[in-house]
Structures are given as structure tokens and as C-alpha cells.
């Protein structure tokens, strides 16, 4: 049914010992585009992948994959999904050719069948020159590249990307945001969850923010930015010694926790207009903190997670 959702979870829990990896989640996600699940290391995201793709039982609550549920119904679930995790999955003693037409087998092609497959399926992921390589020579990007492409050799109704691009460079990063787009041009629904926030802005519709094993924010990501409720104050300071004090101060007198970003120059904190800003780089300049630029813009997904949990998105060891 074309109103069928692709997932639907209500009140679902998961325990490890007395940690509760998973918390009363609550999910809707409607078939096409992709769904960004977002949150940092130990939100419980992986859990509740590995629930929704039968890997684990939830110990309370309902899950449905595309109108079947995980506990009764694995078996349907496995044949119309498919789960790309944070590792990769192919062999690396095979050549990228060779792992494909490996599982095209496995899912019932005949040989020439299968290798067509592989040939069309190198060909779609920027691979065909590297097809004949053993797998331990490809690049990171390559590798992941190869394993989207070993999760659709039957394509799937819906596809799992559990962090797909962790410990990539930007270049490879850029790529597999592109193999994602296409695989929903064709018409796959992909769940994605990340701890990436740009990735989150660059490619998912709607987006849940988890933390603790609980949906706590759900929409577009203009939806989550306006949520916030006031607009971002970014500076960049001319001496990155000086960034600490920027921090302090801005902290000082804007009340407002300070995102210290990747960047070793730059600062970012929620203001709540103009005038407010004006005031804290003014003082900045009072204090002898040289700036060499500044602005003021909608929030980040950064800023918004900050603003939902009261700490950045990088700070939670990883438990789940």
C-alpha cells in the first residue's frame, strides 16, 4: 500500500543489564527519501537500527518494518531491507568483482547473472576500473562504496546505513552522499543515522534526534533549526590562542553555552537578535580579542542539538 509506512515503532525498549540502551522510542517514517537518525556515540542509535533489522528482540514495544513486525515476521522483514553497518562486510582477500558475484549467488543468480549484476553495480558506484583489485587495496571511500553496493544486489525496498561514512575524508564522504541520493532516485527509502550534522542537513527530509535511547526533537531540519528559537552568532578569531578567552566572554555576557567548532579559529552561541550580538562583539573588541570575521545566521543542527540536551553533539562516550 502506497500509505504503508517504511517504519513504525512505538514505546520500544532495550536493556543491557541495568543500562537501558533503548527507551520508550517512538518512530514514523514514511516510504521515500531519506530519514535521518541523529544523535551522538551511546545515543542508542545502532540499538535501534539492529532491533528494526531483526539483529536484536526489544524487550518491550512494537516495531514494524513495511507492515511487519520484527519479532513475528523476521523473514519478511529480511526480504524487503537491507542493513549496511559501521563496518565493512566484504572480503578483503576477494577482488570487488568477485564479492558481488559472490553474493549474487548466494541470492540466487546464475553466474552470468550474477557477474552482469556486479559489472552494472561497479559500473553505478565509480568502481569499474577497480573491480579487479583485491578488496585490501581499495581506499576507505572505495571499501564503503563496494559495501552499499554489496547491500543491493537484490534492491531492497528500504536500506539501513548505519554511519556509513565514520572515520571517511571529506572526498569520500561527498561520494557516498552521492551514491545515497541515487539510490532514492531509484526509489529505495533509506534510513540513515549518523553523528554527523551536516550530513543529517545534507541529505535527510526529516530528521529524529535521539539521546538516551529516546526520540527527543523529529522534523525537517528547518523544522529542528527553527525550534530553537533564536538565530547564531559566529565568530572566528584572529589568533587561535585567543579563542578560549573568546569563548569566556561570549559565554559572559551572552549567558549562552559556546559550540567550540572543528575549525581551531572559530566560535559558535545562540543570540537572541541583533542587538545582543552587536553587544558581544563589541566586547570582544573591548577586551582586545581580535576577530577577523562574524556573522549572524539561522542555528545549526549543532546548535540545536546543544540547545535540546545541553551539551554538543561530539561529548557522549559511546555505549550503544
Given at each position: 500500500m502506497a500509505s504503508e509506512l517504511a517504519v513504525e515503532a512505538t514505546g520500544v525498549v532495550k536493556h543491557f543489564g541495568d543500562t537501558k540502551a533503548i527507551d520508550g522510542l517512538d518512530l514514523a517514517v514514511a516510504q521515500g527519501g531519506v530519514y535521518g537518525v541523529l544523535g551522538p556515540n551511546g545515543a542508542g542509535k545502532t540499538t535501534a537500527i539492529r532491533i528494526l533489522t531483526t539483529l536484536l528482540r526489544p524487550d518491550a514495544g512494537v516495531a514494524r518494518v513495511l507492515g511487519h513486525?520484527?519479532?513475528?515476521?523476521?523473514?519478511?522483514?529480511?526480504?524487503?531491507?537491507?542493513?549496511?553497518?559501521?563496518?565493512?562486510?566484504?572480503?578483503?582477500?576477494?577482488?570487488?568483482?568477485?564479492?558481488?558475484?559472490?553474493?549474487?549467488?548466494?541470492?540466487?543468480?546464475?553466474?552470468?547473472?550474477?557477474?552482469?549484476?556486479?559489472?552494472?553495480?561497479?559500473?553505478?558506484?565509480?568502481?569499474?576500473?577497480?573491480?579487479?583489485?583485491?578488496?585490501?587495496?581499495?581506499?576507505?571511500?572505495?571499501?564503503?562504496?563496494?559495501?552499499?553496493?554489496?547491500?543491493?544486489?537484490?534492491?531492497?525496498?528500504?536500506?539501513?546505513?548505519?554511519?556509513?561514512?565514520?572515520?571517511?575524508?571529506?572526498?569520500?564522504?561527498?561520494?557516498?552522499?552521492?551514491?545515497?541520493?541515487?539510490?532514492?532516485a531509484e526509489g529505495t527509502t533509506v534510513i540513515l543515522t549518523t553523528q554527523y550534522l551536516e550530513e543529517a542537513d545534507q541529505l535527510a527530509g526529516r530528521i529524529a534526534v535521539i539521546d538516551r535511547g529516546k526520540v527527543i526533537a523529529e522534523g525537517t531540519p528547518n523544522d529542528l533549526k527553527a525550534s530553537v528559537g533564536s538565530g547564531a552568532l559566529r565568530v572566528r578569531v584572529e589568533q587561535e590562542d585567543r579563542r578560549e578567552a573568546a569563548q569566556a566572554t561570549l559565554e559572559r555576557v551572552l549567558g549562552e553555552p559556546v559550540i567550540v567548532d572543528a575549525d581551531p579559529a572559530s566560535l559558535s552561541v545562540r543570540v537572541a537578535d541583533a542587538d545582543r550580538?552587536?553587544?558581544?562583539?563589541?566586547?570582544?573588541?573591548?577586551?582586545?580579542?581580535?576577530?577577523?570575521?562574524?556573522?549572524?545566521?539561522?542555528?545549526?543542527?549543532?546548535?540545536?542539538?546543544?540547545?535540546?540536551?545541553?551539551?554538543?553533539?561530539?561529548?557522549?562516550?559511546?555505549?550503544?
Amino acid at each position: 500500500m502506497a500509505s504503508e509506512l517504511a517504519v513504525e515503532a512505538t514505546g520500544v525498549v532495550k536493556h543491557f543489564g541495568d543500562t537501558k540502551a533503548i527507551d520508550g522510542l517512538d518512530l514514523a517514517v514514511a516510504q521515500g527519501g531519506v530519514y535521518g537518525v541523529l544523535g551522538p556515540n551511546g545515543a542508542g542509535k545502532t540499538t535501534a537500527i539492529r532491533i528494526l533489522t531483526t539483529l536484536l528482540r526489544p524487550d518491550a514495544g512494537v516495531a514494524r518494518v513495511l507492515g511487519h513486525d520484527v519479532t513475528k515476521e523476521p523473514d519478511a522483514v529480511r526480504s524487503r531491507m537491507s542493513l549496511t553497518g559501521q563496518f565493512s562486510s566484504v572480503d578483503d582477500d576477494l577482488t570487488g568483482i568477485e564479492n558481488l558475484v559472490f553474493l549474487g549467488r548466494l541470492f540466487g543468480y546464475s553466474n552470468r547473472d550474477a557477474k552482469a549484476r556486479a559489472l552494472q553495480l561497479l559500473d553505478a558506484f565509480g568502481l569499474a576500473e577497480a573491480g579487479a583489485k583485491l578488496v585490501k587495496h581499495y581506499s576507505g571511500g572505495m571499501r564503503r562504496r563496494l559495501d552499499i553496493a554489496s547491500s543491493i544486489v537484490v534492491t531492497p525496498d528500504l536500506i539501513f546505513l548505519d554511519e556509513p561514512t565514520t572515520g571517511l575524508d571529506p572526498r569520500s564522504r561527498n561520494q557516498v552522499w552521492d551514491v545515497v541520493r541515487a539510490l532514492v532516485a531509484e526509489g529505495t527509502t533509506v534510513i540513515l543515522t549518523t553523528q554527523y550534522l551536516e550530513e543529517a542537513d545534507q541529505l535527510a527530509g526529516r530528521i529524529a534526534v535521539i539521546d538516551r535511547g529516546k526520540v527527543i526533537a523529529e522534523g525537517t531540519p528547518n523544522d529542528l533549526k527553527a525550534s530553537v528559537g533564536s538565530g547564531a552568532l559566529r565568530v572566528r578569531v584572529e589568533q587561535e590562542d585567543r579563542r578560549e578567552a573568546a569563548q569566556a566572554t561570549l559565554e559572559r555576557v551572552l549567558g549562552e553555552p559556546v559550540i567550540v567548532d572543528a575549525d581551531p579559529a572559530s566560535l559558535s552561541v545562540r543570540v537572541a537578535d541583533a542587538d545582543r550580538a552587536a553587544l558581544a562583539v563589541a566586547e570582544l573588541t573591548r577586551e582586545g580579542i581580535p576577530i577577523v570575521n562574524f556573522s549572524l545566521a539561522q542555528p545549526s543542527l549543532d546548535e540545536v542539538f546543544l540547545a535540546l540536551t545541553g551539551r554538543p553533539a561530539e561529548t557522549t562516550e559511546d555505549a550503544a
